[in-house]
């Protein structure tokens, strides 16, 4: 007998959602043994496609309070070394890169015919695949814009299309930002003036140089794209308005400098959005007797030979568009640093004198040159000003110094 509650469902939907998962408690017999299929066959872009199956806390040695070591708290845990691949009707094939995500390279294949996605386990001994699938075609974006509502701006998509009033929109994001602090002074070791090997480490000598801080401007991106289903049957023309894609507080450090935001959407057929709704039924409270149970809410993904076995996930075909949008923090003036940032920069301050031990010191307890320090009255250099190197250095926040290709500053 199989078997659910509420809370199983709510990490279900993260498949539609795209969003982290998560410890949840499951009623459902057997549950690690079912097959998990995320993703999205996207013709004339990269498909991505996510295999995962449930597996009990237990049996991760889970210890946290929150999710206690019990048979039926499950979390999804990555399948690997499966093949995976796409199949056209006219006979080609698209074998997977990579180890779970497996990217597809769909950028070349014809949209003018049916596709299919087909997996096996590494031991071979078991296959699941859809069945074909026609491709659907693309929205049009009319427009993309930002707007403010006090201390949050929010960035809205308008689109529509002829053909289906299901659509499914992801994004990734890349976005610039700053260390906090900037500082022209770096501490280092370079051979005396009087050296006469300059490779010999005896000849060297601690100097704090001046110069442009390479460490001061940096990116980073999403890990992973959202995507959301939605639907347009209720408005005239398969139109959405004013669609609320993504909101940041003014304090948000992806919109502090240049964020850029890659809207893709698609549509997606009845059946996809029917089967997403109806989770998203079953996992609210709202769920009456004419709900379908979930032995009922069987995917288009059927094993190969056994299609009564369970496997969650609904796999579309469909040609997608992108669009680029950009926020400028130059022109928006919207962002503002939150109060313990400053408060950091503010207060985590030492101040050394000429001494190159104290330098070294300084240095290796995770300081940073920030400025210089003069006499009042001579002018005189008797010091530094050292600073927290997390104030100074944006990889420390997590991006990198490698600017995106076409970035456009």
């Avoid at 469902?9 to 097959?35: H, I, N, W």
């Avoid at 199956?53 to 845990?77: I, N, Q």
């Avoid at 859809?130 to 701006?153: A, R």
Wanted: contains cysteine; negative net charge.
């Amino acid at each position: 007998m199989e078997k659910f509650s509420l809370r199983i469902l709510s990490a279900l939907l993260a498949l539609a959602a795209g969003a982290c998962t998560y410890p949840f408690q499951a009623e459902l017999d057997e549950m690690e043994d079912v097959l998990v299929v995320e993703g999205n066959i996207v013709i004339g872009s990269r498909s991505t496609i996510a295999l995962s199956k449930m597996v009990p806390l237990a049996d991760l040695g889970a210890s946290d309070a929150a999710y206690p070591e019990d048979p039926t708290y499950y979390e999804k845990t990555a399948l690997r070394s499966y093949s995976v691949r796409i199949e056209g009707e006219d006979g080609s094939r698209v074998e997977a890169e990579g180890d779970n995500p497996y990217t597809l390279d769909t950028r070349d294949l014809p949209s003018g015919q049916r596709y299919k996605l087909h997996l096996e386990d590494p031991s071979g001994s078991n296959a699941y695949e859809t069945d074909w699938l026609d491709v659907l075609g693309v929205p049009e974006v009319d427009q993309i814009s930002h707007v403010f509502n006090g201390d949050i701006l929010t960035i809205r998509a308008s689109m529509h299309s002829d053909q289906s009033p299901y659509f499914s929109i992801s994004y990734d994001e890349v976005w610039e930002y700053h260390a906090w602090a900037d500082t022209r002074y770096f501490y280092g070791r370079q051979p005396r003036e009087d050296a006469l090997d300059t490779t010999d480490p005896e000849t060297m000598e601690t100097v704090i140089t001046y110069g442009d801080n390479p460490y001061y401007r940096c990116w980073s991106h999403s890990d992973f794209a959202r995507s959301k289903t939605l639907s347009a049957e209720a408005y005239k023309g398969n139109r959405l308005e004013d669609y609320p894609v993504i909101s940041f507080f003014r304090n948000d450090a992806r919109i502090s400098v240049l964020y850029n935001l890659q809207l893709k959407a698609s549509l997606i057929s009845p059946e996809a959005y029917r089967y997403w709704q109806n989770l998203d039924k079953i996992s609210t409270p709202s769920g009456d007797l004419f709900t379908p149970i979930p032995s009922s809410m069987r995917g288009n993904i059927h094993k190969v030979g056994d299609p009564s076995v369970l496997v969650l996930g609904y796999i579309g075909a469909s040609t997608a568009t992108a669009v680029s949008y950009f926020v400028d923090n130059s022109e928006t003036q919207f962002y503002k640093a939150p109060a313990w940032q400053q408060q950091r920069v503010l207060h985590e301050r030492q101040e050394s004198g000429m001494n190159t031990e104290d330098w070294d010191r300084m240095y290796r307890t995770g300081y940073r040159p920030f400025q210089p320090v003069t006499d009042m009255y001579s002018g005189q250099l008797i010091g530094y000003m050292w600073i927290n190197q997390d104030c100074v250095d944006c990889r420390r926040q997590g991006g990198s110094t490698v600017k995106p290709e076409g970035w456009p500053k």
